[in-house]
């Protein structure tokens, strides 16, 4: 059974941190190139950091830049979303995403609420 499961979530004040988790099991976690969207009241989900199966590759969307620092353990079949000086406009349900050729995986999402 395929499974992603984001956890990490959570309240923080504007400034604050937070590192974000998704593990995954049931497929082979290694070849899939994996991403981070999220998805604020709403809106529609949108893409957030991307990082391939392989390679020094990371994609950002430019609101995040310099703040987030995407990365994956293919060993422990983890991915990671680091978020460093959080504003308001930050908070949203943050999903993770996985896909290998026309396989395309989903995790439930985690909130994240950043409010003073």
């Known amino acids: 059974q395929v499974q992603l499961v984001e956890s990490g979530g959570g309240l923080v004040q504007p400034g604050g941190s937070l590192r974000l988790s998704c593990a995954g099991s049931?497929?082979?976690?290694?070849?899939?190139?994996m991403r981070w969207f999220r998805q604020r009241p709403g809106q529609e989900r949108k893409f957030v950091a991307y990082?391939?199966?392989?390679?020094?590759?990371?994609n950002y969307v430019d609101s995040v830049k310099g703040r987030f620092t995407i990365s994956r353990d293919n060993v422990e079949k983890i991915l990671y979303l680091e978020m460093n000086s959080l504003t308001p406009d930050d908070t949203a349900v943050y999903y993770c995403?996985?896909?290998?050729?026309?396989?395309?995986?989903w995790g439930q999402g985690t909130q994240v609420t950043v409010s003073s």
């Open positions: 995403n996985a896909v290998y050729g026309s396989l395309n995986y």
């Open positions: 990082i391939p199966s392989v390679g020094v590759t990371r």
């Open positions: 049931g497929f082979n976690f290694s070849r899939f190139n």
